[in-house]
């Protein structure tokens, strides 16, 4: 059973930085893209940011400049390097990863983002 285990997030004022890291509990070798997926409060979610196997990012319009994806193969996690946090970037943070088969998505973490 594949899992993925989110960490990182916290309070930070705006301006601020955060590292997200998604830890798998196999090799991410397995999937074919993985990403981040954010939620605020009241609103639909979106894909922030995602990475393939091969590396290639795509970043939505709302986070380009500011969010930087990246994966440590050795270490089969990804992290989602977040500055100039802006009150907006308030919700949950879902690592996402998916297969030819299947979709997966890990418990989420918690970012607040004070103005």
């Known amino acids: 059973q594949v899992q993925l285990v989110e960490s990182g997030g916290g309070l930070v004022q705006a301006g601020g930085s955060l590292r997200l890291s998604c830890a798998a509990s196999g090799s991410i070798f397995d999937f074919n893209n993985m990403g981040w997926d954010h939620q605020a409060p009241g609103k639909q979610h979106e894909l922030v940011a995602s990475?393939?196997?091969?590396?290639?990012?795509e970043y939505a319009d709302s986070v380009k400049g500011r969010f930087t994806i990246s994966r440590d193969n050795a270490k089969n996690t990804v992290y989602l390097q977040m500055n100039s946090l802006k009150p907006e970037d308030t919700g949950v943070y879902y690592c996402?990863?998916?297969?030819?088969?299947?979709?997966?998505w890990g418990q989420g973490t918690q970012v607040t983002v004070s103005s």
């Open positions: 996402v990863a998916d297969t030819l088969d299947e979709n997966y």
């Open positions: 990475i393939t196997g091969g590396g290639r990012t």
